[in-house]
């Protein structure tokens, strides 16, 4: 049976193979999540990315997948810097001896974040120029021009 030791907390569990790692912490009360995400968090569908801990020897968890890699990348406006050893805890399933660190500290990755807030400002510029036209075309129709 796999033992999964959770670092911060000094805690160890035997668990059965392919046990959900979100699951299991769940179960013993070892949370992942900090603050507000206890409660605003995507309930394990691969979408907040608040469940982001740290497997520091990742032999023992499931391989780290595409979804997963995007999800820990960061939101829409924030890029995150992705280490080798992040995982999702929902994503992840127990398969070997584990050891896991809970609320890693997450670097933000300036230069990308950057390129995000240019392209939202691009976006939105033009978000508003059609906005303004759909306006003009609207008023035109209805004769106040
Ligand atoms: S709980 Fe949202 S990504 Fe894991």
């Known amino acids: 049976m796999p033992v999964v030791t959770f670092f911060n907390e000094?805690?160890?569990?035997?668990?059965?193979?392919?046990?959900?790692?979100?699951?299991?912490?769940?179960?013993?009360?070892?949370?992942?999540?900090?603050?507000?995400?206890?409660?605003?968090?995507?309930r394990g569908n691969n979408f907040c990315g608040t469940c982001a801990v740290e497997v520091v020897d990742g032999k023992g968890a499931s391989p780290r997948g595409q979804d997963e890699e995007a999800t820990l990348m960061g939101n829409l406006v924030i890029a995150k810097v992705v280490d080798k050893n992040l995982r999702l805890a929902c994503q992840t399933n127990i398969t070997g001896d584990i050891v896991v660190r809970t609320c890693p500290s997450r670097i933000t990755d300036?230069?990308?974040?950057?390129?995000?807030?240019?392209?939202?400002?691009?976006?939105?510029?033009?978000?508003?120029?059609l906005a303004a036209m759909f306006v003009v075309l609207l008023l035109d129709m209805i004769h106040l021009f």
């Open 110 to 129: 300036k230069q990308k974040t950057k390129e995000r807030f240019a392209l939202i400002g691009i976006a939105s510029f033009f978000g508003l120029v």
């Open 10 to 42: 000094h805690r160890s569990f035997d668990v059965e193979p392919n046990t959900n790692l979100r699951t299991l912490m769940q179960k013993v009360n070892v949370s992942p999540y900090r603050g507000l995400d206890i409660l605003l968090n995507c």
